[in-house]
Nanobody, 125 residues
């Protein structure tokens, strides 16, 4: 089992940047593929970015490609989401999640076994 704690959210103006972090407990972090999701008020939770266990492959939803970068440091049990050129429509609670999938990156929520509580990101226009 793994526990996930996000940090780094806040209020930023459009065009600005934030870096989110997700710290995982336990010694088996490298066994999990990781994902970032977001949920805006009144909307479904959606996949934002994912990364394989080794960090060798990444995947992004189209709306954030070229602006967001997911990375991980398995020695620090941490996954990051660097968010640049933020837009008001990026406003949401951002959650990290861990998946026991052996290979590849899953975009579906049901593919993730553990979730953090989320960190709020607000982008003002």
């Amino acid at each position: 089992q793994v526990q996930l704690v996000e940090s780094g959210g806040g209020l930023v103006q459009a065009g600005g940047s934030l870096r989110l972090s997700c710290a995982a407990s336990g010694r088996t972090f490298s066994r999990y593929a990781m994902g970032w999701f977001r949920q805006a008020p009144g909307k479904e939770r959606e996949f934002v970015a994912g990364i394989t266990r080794s960090g060798g492959s990444t995947d992004y939803t189209d709306s954030v490609k070229g602006r967001f970068t997911i990375s991980r440091d398995n020695a620090k049990n941490t996954v990051y989401l660097q968010m640049n050129s933020l837009k008001p429509e990026d406003t949401a609670v951002y959650l990290c999640a861990a998946s026991t999938v052996v290979a590849g990156i899953i975009r579906a929520r049901v593919g993730y076994d553990y979730w953090g509580q989320g960190t709020r990101v607000t982008v003002s226009s």
